[in-house]
């Protein structure tokens, strides 16, 4: 008689998954090469930004005081005494009734305290020398932007683990990160076992399908932020599989397999398992697809059976694998977000495991629909193309029908959340 398995809960399949995780390393890229990476230390300002008193404005800068007197019927007169542009320094501090023509992002002067825009001034040249003049009051300190005003020296302003963005870069560029610490990729190593697998450039043949599981994973791995390695495909037997599962597992921080996990004659993956001396954490999670998702642990390395069905080892990765290359990566919110979405199929059939249906989130008049994505059985590949998400329907004696909320775990959003808690 085959082995009878006890499925356990997702949340607990995951806090054993938690409890073997792997730290993740730093290393120094260009900041040319850090985009859509993660950052391995909190970016704190090295200085005051801006690190002077700076002008926004093409004007003047003057002396507030020298303005008081300022209206439409007595327009003050300022004799311009200098005249900078960004980058050039102001040489000479004001005295009373001069001004520098100064360009936006140019040093204010000594002295000066506010600047007039080109477009409330006179200008005109009288023996050589200019002059402008103004016909209203200005403030002290009105259109000067203040050394620090927009940052402290010293203030924290990116977490470690976030997403370099390209307003992080502009950040990391302000303050002279040529060179960004940011964390390692972790290494993931993909092996499809099973002996009906073609390659992907291969003719169909009777009783073979293409080995579409590890294009799938592959990509699910780049889109994870890590690296993978591709040892290629196995046929289903044992000494080489062990041999090539074995060697790989040296070359790499994770492995991932798919197929033979279950209970046929040919998954191997449970004697591999044994003879590699793997703890094997769980071997049946009560979640469908990918009730069948093995993760073992074995020389501080983590292995994951994931399913042969492709929308089992879809989603077996993505509850399982991800959220432990996120902690890799710093991610402070590892977990897969989930937001609330109205269900917009019905769903009649009760099903006693917690179900995680392949769907694609759409937005209506402020409204969040949860559409299913295309048949939804483990052995379909198809709906995957789909998917943006994954709803959660939980297991029970009840169905579900449109209209009811759900919980939708979003696929390609880049957030995610720092617990992973079924209701
Ligand atoms: N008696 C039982 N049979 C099965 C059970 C069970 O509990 N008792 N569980 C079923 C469930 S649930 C699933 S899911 C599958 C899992 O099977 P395996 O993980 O052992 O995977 P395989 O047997 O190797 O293959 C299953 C299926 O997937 C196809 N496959 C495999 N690799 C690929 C690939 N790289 N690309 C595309 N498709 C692939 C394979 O041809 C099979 O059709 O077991 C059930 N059985
Ligand atoms: O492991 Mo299976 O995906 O529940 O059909
Ligand atoms: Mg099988």
Redesign the pocket.
């Known amino acids: 008689m085959?082995e009878v398995?006890k499925p356990i809960p997702v949340e607990e399949a995951i806090s054993h998954v938690w409890d073997h995780r792997l730290n993740g390393k730093a290393e120094f890229v260009s900041i040319n090469d850090c985009d859509n990476r993660r950052l391995a230390e909190d970016i704190v300002a090295k200085h005051p930004v801006p690190p002077f008193p700076k002008s926004p404005y093409d004007g003047f800068a003057l002396r507030s005081e020298d303005t008081l007197e300022a209206d439409r019927d007595n327009p003050m007169t300022f004799e311009v005494v200098e005249h900078i542009g960004a980058g050039q320094l102001p040489e000479k501090r004001l005295h009373k009734g001069q001004a520098t023509r100064i360009m936006t992002g140019a040093k204010i002067p000594e002295d000066a305290d506010c600047i007039a825009m080109f477009e409330i001034c006179q200008v005109h040249e009288q023996d050589n020398r200019s002059f402008m003049s103004v016909k209203r009051t200005i403030a002290s300190g009105q259109n000067i932007i203040e050394k620090g005003s927009e940052v402290a020296d010293g203030e924290k302003l990116i977490n470690r683990g976030t997403l370099i963005s390209p307003g992080t870069k502009a950040v990391l560029a302000t303050f002279g990160y040529s060179q960004v610490k940011v964390a390692k990729k972790p290494v993931i190593g993909v092996i499809?076992?099973?002996t009906?697998?073609l390659d992907v450039d291969e003719e169909l043949k009777p009783g073979k399908?293409?080995?579409?599981?590890?294009y799938?994973i592959t990509s699910q791995i780049i889109r994870a932020g890590a690296e993978y390695k591709y040892f290629g495909?196995l046929e289903?037997e044992l000494k080489t599989s062990y041999e090539t599962i074995k060697q790989a597992l040296n070359e790499v921080d994770i492995l991932i397999t798919?197929?033979?996990?279950?209970?046929?004659d040919?998954?191997l993956?449970p004697a591999i398992y044994e003879k590699l001396d793997a703890d094997v954490l769980f071997n049946?999670v009560a979640m469908?697809?990918?009730?069948?998702t093995t993760v073992a642990a074995a020389g501080g390395k983590l292995l994951y059976?994931?399913?042969?069905?492709?929308s089992?080892?879809y989603v077996g990765f993505e509850l399982f694998a991800r959220p432990a290359i996120q902690y890799y990566l710093f991610n402070q919110t590892p977990f897969l977000r989930r937001i609330k979405a109205i269900l917009a199929n019905d769903f009649p059939k009760p099903n006693p495991f917690t179900r995680f249906v392949r769907s694609y989130i759409t937005y209506e008049n402020g409204r969040v629909n949860a559409n299913l994505a295309g048949i939804d059985k483990?052995?379909v590949?198809t709906s995957l193309a789909h998917s943006n998400s994954l709803m959660i329907l939980p297991g029970g004696t009840r169905g579900f029908k449109a209209g009811d909320e759900v919980e939708a775990m979003l696929l390609n959003d880049q957030q995610g959340q720092s617990e992973f808690l079924l209701e």
Do not use: H, Q
């Open positions: 085959a398995r499809a076992t099973g009906e697998l399908i293409r080995n579409s599981n590890a799938m495909k289903d798919t197929g033979g996990v279950s209970v046929g040919f998954d993956m049946k469908r697809p990918g009730s069948v059976g994931l399913s042969g069905n492709p089992a080892c483990s052995n590949v």
